[in-house]
Nanobody, 123 residues
Framework: HVQLVESGGGSVQAGESLTLSCAAS????????MGWFRQAPAKERKAVAV???????NYADSVRERFTVSRDDEQATLYLQMENLKSEDSDMYYC??????????????????WGLGTQVTVS
């Protein structure tokens, strides 16, 4: 199993920045592919940014050039650097991990392990 714990969320003004962190533990094989998803109440989780072990990265169009995803496998930590935040970025953000994602990187059902989420509010 893999355990994921997010941190770094908070309330900021539009135009400001936040960096989310996701501390991972457990089987390394289960986190070959890791990413960030967002979810509003009563809505489906949407992919924000995903990175695999080879460093291949995919972003949602809405965050491209504003958000940067990275991973430090020695520290077993996933990051999401968010810049120039907008009110529409407000959501609960979840860290996710799975064995492989490939072209299905944006499909939340591909991901096996999830954190409990961290709230991002932009006003």
């Amino acid at each position: 199993h893999v355990q994921l714990v997010e941190s770094g969320g908070g309330s900021v003004q539009a135009g400001e920045s936040l960096t989310l962190s996701c501390a991972a533990s457990g089987r390394t094989y289960g986190r070959n592919c890791m990413g960030w998803f967002r979810q509003a109440p009563a809505k489906e989780r949407k992919a924000v940014a995903v990175i695999d072990m080879d460093g291949k990265i995919n972003y949602a169009d809405s965050v491209r050039e504003r958000f940067t995803v990275s991973r430090d496998d020695e520290q077993a930590t996933l990051y999401l650097q968010m810049e120039n935040l907008k009110s529409e970025d407000s959501d609960m953000y979840y860290c996710a991990a799975t064995y492989a994602c490939g072209s299905s990187w944006s499909n939340s059902r591909v991901f096996t392990y999830w954190g409990l989420g961290t709230q991002v509010t932009v006003s």
